[in-house]
């Protein structure tokens, strides 16, 4: 019997990724980040917004509250946070 290397074939899933503003910046390397999207009933098809809080790690603290950023879901750092800032997409004015 010839064993195989399954390690060869294991490829990583593709992670979820959310957008959102930033409603809290005051912990330390951590951020909240709303969510807020539309989407259609099941039965009456009519448009339903549903909302979201994330609590996102900012390594840099570099985002501040009104910033809409990106974000990607990663391995739990503890126990509410388990998303990840990716990047910027558009700078508050305040």
Excluded at 13 to 22: D, H, M, P, T, W
Excluded at 34 to 46: A, D, F, I, T
């Amino acid at each position: 019997m010839i064993k195989e290397n399954k390690s060869k074939n294991k490829t990583r899933n593709i992670r979820k990724q959310r957008q959102g503003i930033v409603i809290s910046d005051k912990m330390n390397k951590t951020i909240v980040v709303y969510e807020l999207r539309k989407v259609k009933h099941k039965y009456y098809g009519k448009s339903i917004t549903k909302n979201k809080k994330y609590i996102v790690h900012d390594e840099k603290n570099i985002s501040k509250c009104g910033d809409k950023v990106s974000i990607m879901e990663i391995r739990p750092i503890s126990r509410k946070k388990s998303w990840r800032l990716v990047n910027i997409l558009e700078k508050s004015n305040l």
